[in-house]
């Protein structure tokens, strides 16, 4: 990069150092002299001449050679696959993780003895169920007729007769002139005028009223009096009816109504009436009246009106009418009394017939009969008219609810009848409907049983025996029991606790004597559950006898017996469940026959082991069979381990020998090493067990008699379990890989930069056949105690052991150490696999770091310090006119750099012990300038020159021997992209200082200067 001279001036005045000291002259002037012409006619002047000189500040080269000395780099190609990069590589092997327990057990010892106790009486157990016979009551049924009685009927709305005209009532009017004048009153001529009633043909009242209503609207006085009889058609004539007369004693004036009633109590009227009218008028009453046409023509009429109407029969339209009753159905008698009983399965009747020629809604509610939440039983149930229907309901699970003093079930109902509308229909007050409710089982006339009952039950008496089996080849005539117990746990759930009626069980068994050879029994009252009902006997003054030695069970009876007249509460779908339990028996002498071919013992040893196996191939181990002979006989023992197979004929181990009849134990040792310990399967979370089958001859087949002590003991030992190989599901193994510390010693260049990209591969070199589950810790602490970690997790395999692990972040905070550690969990504890003697795991970590940097802190580069004897001339006769430094870069590389020549006449100041105790002076910036990426790479074209006109304050630095050096800042790239260091990069850097100055010569005689 070119920098002009303008430019390069400017920068030149930058310094580092605040109190410059000044040139020896003040008078030096930096100026660029320019001939004038001469004049040869002038005065002769005194000649000059500039000269210029140069002289050597840097030549420095950076290249990367120097990185071969650290015997951590190497050269590897790039991953664009043309260039050669540095790159920082190391190695470090881990510790070697060996196989752990899995091939080894623990040892495992196993007593037990055999003897007549252990083939002839051992622990069992009897589980009983008591349920309560049936209980319930026989069906019910009840028939209620309920008359339809008085029938109230509609009011009827007021309604007119046929006007009746003056002239026709009042025949002497025609005779009278038109005009004003006073009309006298007289009879008035018989009318009849007839009415039907739109709400019946016919009807028989109970009670009501007819309103009959005169409205006047004649031109003369009605009255004094007017008679309204009420008539009827029969046959060709009208007849009157009985009581139907209306009177008006008070004349009616024209314009006006007046009303009568008429109480219709035990009246028959028809569905349409005749009117029959007769009376006087009072004619005007003395007034003047306009008599005309008009007045001659005028009329009355009669409106007829209806209240409060009942009658006994009638065809008519019918209102909706209600019956209602209220009743109860007496329970039959029974020693079962019911305050609270669930039924169990039941079937409720509602016969209805309706004698009604009105169809009708029967709502029935049953009050003693509620559901689960206890709402009582409520139906709606239409019936057409003059119908009969059966209404069924299942009534399982409800509920009868009644007093222990009244048992009955209570009821009641609401027939409502339908409104006939417009419709006319014939009813009697002595229709009836009549309901019939049924309560019975699952069929008609069974009885009711119920789930549940509070109340007073009939005393029940459930009797319950059985065997118990302690049955042996062995035959026992008499055995006198010293150790044994028995115990009966009674669970009433029946029963409900806060109520009386609570059972008694009585247990008896007759092969158990006591000390006064009576049976064992007792008694207890059952309470209800959770309560516990427990009856225990110690069985050690006991004698256990059987009367038959070809029957060796222990019979029982139970008796469960509910008290009479207490008021309980039972849940009979439940049950008395009873438990006996009859534990091992020991006895101190017996008596039978011990005739068996062979006393067995069938058990097994458990193996606690997380491993499960399939197939194990001992190196090492011994079974050591130790028997001790108590018994006084000569026997023949066999012994037989199914699961420790021969490892040639593949057959279970099985050893024979006489036992002698001596007292001290006797030995007998078998080598597993010829054997493989083999199971059929192996299930994760499943114990294992081996399976032994111990088989002791006894040498009699007579009555005998044996104390307790009569046994053979045996101790199983397996001792010395190696193995040399383990197929099976293997337990989880957790290997700690302990700490690895691997010291980082990069190269001062690079050693503060950071890096796009650091490789750590740890190749695990395992020879296992299973499964490892690693889980691998990298820490990396750097000098400033600022730390940085990596956890990665994998499951290595044989075909998969090598993790690779991005580490830049712990590089990049520059770490001298990375420490590795973690855990390896060998084997899933769930997949079938195999480990064998051997096997191991020898993790080693490979470091790799390409010199492909991220520079965003850029670092310098640290050169020599040089010095050089003043360049500038000793003779006073010039004048100095510039000093220019100057500088040339040749950079290979892909970042570029800044550059500092830094310069004293103190070679303190560039002294690292003197810099850190603070005490070296500061040096002079000579000149600053930026060195771009591959600048002046090309050799064809002008290399492209920095260059600085040297301020007067810093050219006393040049007038003594000084000392410059460069100081080089690494500068990433624009973009953020990293910075490579490939092994062809290098960076070289020329600077020099030139010198200009004019020379006066000698002064010429006779010339002035």
């Not at 060796?552 to 207490?566: D, K, M, N």
């Not at 000098?783 to 940085?788: P, R």
Request: charged share 20%; proline share 5%; net charge negative.
């Amino acid at each position: 990069m070119k920098h002009s001279i303008k430019e390069a001036k400017t920068e030149g005045q930058m310094n580092r150092k605040s109190n410059r000291r000044s040139f020896y002259s003040a008078s030096i002037v930096l100026v660029l002299f320019t001939l004038s012409a001469c004049d040869l006619t002038e005065k002769l002047q005194i000649p000059t001449w500039t000269n210029r000189v140069e002289f050597p500040l840097i030549n420095e080269s950076v290249t990367l050679d120097n990185l071969k000395e650290n015997e951590n780099i190497r050269t590897q190609l790039y991953s664009n696959g043309t260039d050669t990069i540095y790159a920082y590589a190391d190695t470090t092997e881990m510790d070697t993780q060996m196989v752990g327990d899995q091939l080894a057990l623990d040892d495992i010892h196993k007593s037990f003895s055999q003897s007549v106790d252990d083939v002839t009486v051992s622990g069992s157990t009897i589980n009983q169920s008591n349920g309560f016979d049936p209980v319930g009551i026989d069906p019910v049924s009840e028939d209620t007729p309920s008359a339809l009685g008085p029938i109230e009927l509609a009011n009827i709305p007021p309604a007119p007769t046929p006007a009746i005209i003056l002239r026709d009532i009042f025949p002497a009017v025609d005779g009278l002139s038109d005009g004003d004048q006073i009309v006298p009153g007289g009879p008035l001529d018989t009318v009849w005028t007839n009415f039907t009633f739109s709400d019946f043909q016919s009807a028989s009242f109970i009670s009501g009223t007819l309103k009959l209503t005169i409205n006047n609207n004649m031109s003369l006085y009605l009255g004094n009096d007017i008679n309204v009889q009420l008539q009827e058609i029969s046959g060709s004539d009208t007849i009157d009816i009985p009581g139907a007369t209306v009177d008006w004693t008070t004349p009616i004036a024209p314009s006006t109504s007046s009303f009568g009633t008429l109480d219709l109590q035990n009246k028959i009227l028809p569905g349409t009436i005749i009117i029959r009218i007769s009376g006087a008028t009072v004619g005007s009453n003395g007034q003047l009246v306009t008599i005309n046409e008009s007045a001659r023509a005028s009329s009355f009429s009669i409106d007829v009106e209806g209240f409060d109407l009942v009658v006994s029969q009638a065809n008519a339209k019918v209102p909706s009418q209600t019956i209602s009753e209220n009743g109860s159905i007496l329970l039959a008698d029974s020693e079962n009394k019911i305050e609270q009983a669930q039924i169990q399965m039941g079937s409720l009747s509602i016969e209805i017939d309706n004698k009604m020629a009105v169809p009708a809604d029967l709502v029935i509610t049953i009050d003693s009969l509620v559901d689960q939440s206890g709402t009582a039983f409520s139906k709606s149930i239409p019936i057409a008219a003059n119908d009969a229907i059966a209404d069924m309901n299942m009534i399982d699970n409800y509920k009868l609810l009644m007093t222990l003093a009244q048992q009955e079930i209570t009821y009641s109902y609401l027939v409502n009848t339908t409104d006939t509308g417009d419709n006319k229909v014939t009813v009697s007050e002595n229709d009836s409907i009549k309901v019939t409710i049924s309560l019975y089982g699952e069929t008609a006339g069974s009885q009711i049983f119920f789930s549940s009952i509070q109340g007073i039950i009939k005393p029940q008496t459930i009797v319950d025996t059985g065997d118990i089996n302690v049955s042996s080849d062995s035959k026992i005539i008499e055995a006198d029991i010293s150790v044994g117990s028995l115990s009966i746990d009674v669970d009433n759930r029946v029963n409900r606790s806060g109520f009386a009626g609570l059972p008694t069980i009585i247990l008896t068994i007759p092969e158990l004597l006591d000390a006064s050879s009576q049976p064992l029994t007792d008694s207890l009252v059952l309470q209800p559950n959770p309560s516990a009902n427990t009856l225990n006997f110690d069985l050690s003054e006991y004698t256990l006898v059987f009367a038959d030695t070809s029957s060796q069970v222990l019979t029982y009876e139970t008796r469960v017996r509910t008290p009479a007249g207490e008021t309980g509460s039972y849940n009979l779908e439940d049950s008395i469940n009873v438990e006996i339990v009859v534990a091992d028996m020991e006895f101190s002498s017996v008596r039978g026959y011990f005739n068996q071919d062979a006393i067995v013992d069938s058990n097994e040893i458990a193996l606690t082991e997380g491993t499960k196996l399939l197939q194990a191939v001992f190196e090492t181990g011994d079974l050591v069979l130790t028997m001790t002979n108590e018994m006084g006989v000569v026997a023949d023992v066999e012994f037989k381990i199914e699961e420790f197979k021969h490892y040639i004929s593949n057959q279970p181990l099985n050893v024979n020998f006489r036992l002698e009849d001596l007292t001290t134990p006797q030995d007998t040792v078998i080598d597993l090493t010829d054997y493989n310990l083999v199971f059929d399967s192996a299930i994760s979370g499943t114990d294992q067990a081996i399976h032994y089958v111990s088989t002791v001859a006894l040498p009699a087949d007579k009555e005998m008699t044996l104390s307790f002590s009569d046994s053979i003991l045996i101790d199983v030992d397996l001792t010395n379990l190696a193995m040399e190989s383990v197929t099976g599901i293997i337990e989880p193994d957790t290997l700690q890989i302990a700490a690895s510390e691997q010291e980082i010693n990069l190269p001062d260049l690079v050693a503060d930069l950071s890096f796009e990209k650091v490789n750590i591969d740890i190749d695990f070199n395992s020879t296992f056949e299973i499964p490892i589950f690693l889980t691998l810790n990298l820490s990396a602490t750097n000098s400033d105690n600022v730390t940085e970690e990596i956890s990665v997790t994998k499951t290595v395999t044989p075909g998969d052991q090598i993790v690779h692990i991005d580490a830049a972040a712990l590089l990049n905070i520059h770490p001298e150490t990375i420490v590795t550690s973690g855990q390896a969990i060998v084997g899933d504890g769930i997949t079938e696999s195999r480990i064998e003697k051997g096997q191991q795991m020898s993790p080693i970590m490979y470091l790799n770091i390409p010199l492909s940097l991220i520079i965003d802190d850029p670092p310098f580069i640290d050169f020599d310090v040089s010095s050089s004897d003043s360049p500038l001339p000793e003779d006073e006769t010039i004048t100095l006119e510039e000093v220019i430094l100057k500088t040339v870069s040749v950079n290979l590389f892909e970042f570029g750099a800044r550059v500092v020549v830094l310069a004293s006449n103190d070679s303190l100041a560039f002294d690292s012990l003197a810099i850190a105790a603070g005490s070296a002076p500061i040096a002079d910036t000579l000149m600053t300038f930026e060195i771009m990426p591959f600048e002046n790479t090309d050799d064809s074209a002008e290399k492209d020159t920095s260059a600085v006109i040297l301020s007067p304050d810093l050219l006393s630095i040049l007038e003594n021997r000084f000392y410059t050096k460069p100081e080089v800042q690494l500068l990433g790239t624009s973009d953020g992209t990293p910075s490579r260091f490939f092994t062809t990069d290098s960076l070289t850097i020329t600077s020099w200082g030139s010198i200009s100055f004019t020379v006066h010569g000698d002064a010429i005689d006779g010339a002035s200067k």
